[in-house]
């Protein structure tokens, strides 16, 4: 198992988007453990406008305005862009209020920032979250692969398996997106932990938590109430089911507490070929010993521990 030093070093690439959102509340409420060196966004769940102003609200909601903000890239690497704003809202933070943040996005684009700090870390001390699309940060690995060793780990938001997709019936969102930088990213040989359907499905905002969450009282708790109640009326996740899944925030609960989750090794391949499972991530969990691999993939989730951390990170 991972262990993580008492403050582990991390840039967050996202495309707010509701769960990025409740994620983004998570990393920048633990300062103690997670040493942010700046936000990316991407083009995804919304517009590359909407995810760098949305990742800009949240930041001041959780006063952490020492935290830069870096918008990146503004459609996939190869594919035409697809969004999600049927699930995210048309401003993509579901109902929540929206203005525009006092601090600015910083003036550097994402890939050199995403390059550049890499480069000045020492190897193997800075982890990557992704929790959309993977543009950005195939691009940084395209462009410099002496970013390579400088990284820790990927925890990546991305992938099914034995759920099927939640987009087309083999591929996830993230995934879907944009395959070709997954495939990228899921070929660089680093350490990878990739959080998809098969684990997230089990991290439902079920009322009774999200209740919980609306008596804590702080404006960062509200909002993410809100968020997960916004979600949770949604047709597909609408009473009798039992809530909207939690998707984003399981990369930094894994961080934060690696016991929460249950990984196993696996071969993680992409597809980006096939009109029909474009997107589909192929994982295989029958290893051979002559071929060894640094990818674990997600199989089950400690929902209660993890409501349980935000409720103690939110408050």
Known sequence: ??????????????????????????ALGSPRE???????????????????????????L???EDVPIHAGCERPLVRPP??????????????????????????????????????????GSVTLVITGPMTNVAMAMRIEPRILPRIREIVFMGG?????????????????ADPHAARVVCESGLP?????????HQVRATQARIAALRTLGSARAQAAADLMAFSSSLP????????????DPCTIA???????????????????DSALTLGHTAVEFRLEAARPTATRWATAADADGIFALLQERLA
């Open 1 to 26: 198992m991972t262990t993580h030093s008492a403050t582990q070093k991390l840039i967050l690439d996202c495309d707010p988007g509701v769960d990025d959102a409740v994620a983004l509340l998570l």
């Open 34 to 60: 997670l040493g942010v060196l700046g936000i990316t966004t991407v083009a995804g769940n919304v517009g590359p406008g909407l995810t760098a102003r949305n990742a800009r609200l949240i930041r001041e």
């Open 62 to 64: 959780a006063a952490r």
């Open 82 to 123: 697809v969004d999600a704003g049927d699930f995210h809202g048309q401003s993509g933070l579901g109902t929540l209020p929206v203005h525009e943040p006092r601090a600015p996005l910083a003036a550097q684009h994402a890939v050199p920032f995403i390059v550049e700090t890499l480069l000045r870390e020492p190897v």
């Open 160 to 176: 099914a398996r034995s759920i099927g997709g939640n987009i087309t019936a083999s591929a996830e969102y993230n995934i879907y």
């Open 192 to 200: 990878i932990v990739a959080l998809g359907l098969d684990a997230t």
């Open 236 to 247: 597909p996740y609408r009473a009798p089911e039992p809530g909207a899944p939690l998707h």
């Open 254 to 272: 894994y961080l934060l507490k690696p016991a929460l989750f249950t990984l196993a090794p696996v071969y993680l391949n992409v597809e980006t």
